[in-house]
């Protein structure tokens, strides 16, 4: 066998090997992420806007807050219907609020 060749195909594996070890520490920072844990009542409140309570009627949530700009359903069981405003959305189980969610304000 060629003695060229013999050094070639044990230097490969190694060289391999130092490649890796080179390139790792640049991305080993890639995959890290922080959690950042905010309450779910304490989301959007420092957008100070009031949003209907759970289990108001859908002719409370008009009377207080005015016609929606949009009105989206019923969809499926039980029915979820969606009324959006500028500020936020409500979500309805049949006639009453189950869930309010502020909007993110618009960056200028």
Same mark, same amino acid.
């Given at each position: 066998m060629n003695p060229s060749r013999i050094f070639a195909s044990s230097i490969r594996p190694h060289f391999l090997a130092c490649c890796l070890g080179a390139w790792?520490?640049?991305f080993g920072g890639?995959?890290?992420a922080e959690t950042i844990a $905010?309450?779910?009542?304490?989301?959007?409140?420092?957008?100070?806007?009031?949003?209907p309570?759970?289990?108001?009627?859908?002719?409370?949530?008009?009377?207080?807050?005015g016609e929606p700009l949009e009105r989206s359903g019923p969809?499926?069981?039980?029915? $979820?219907?969606t009324w959006d405003y500028s500020q936020?959305?409500?979500?309805?189980e049949h006639d009453h609020? $189950?869930?309010?969610?502020?909007?993110?304000?618009?960056?200028?």
């Amino acid at each position: 066998m060629n003695p060229s060749r013999i050094f070639a195909s044990s230097i490969r594996p190694h060289f391999l090997a130092c490649c890796l070890g080179a390139w790792l520490p640049l991305f080993g920072g890639i995959a890290s992420a922080e959690t950042i844990a $905010i309450p779910l009542g304490q989301q959007g409140k420092e957008w100070q806007v009031e949003t209907p309570t759970t289990g108001m009627s859908k002719s409370m949530v008009e009377q207080r807050f005015g016609e929606p700009l949009e009105r989206s359903g019923p969809v499926g069981t039980p029915p $979820i219907s969606t009324w959006d405003y500028s500020q936020f959305t409500v979500y309805f189980e049949h006639d009453h609020v $189950i869930h309010a969610v502020v909007k993110a304000p618009t960056k200028n």
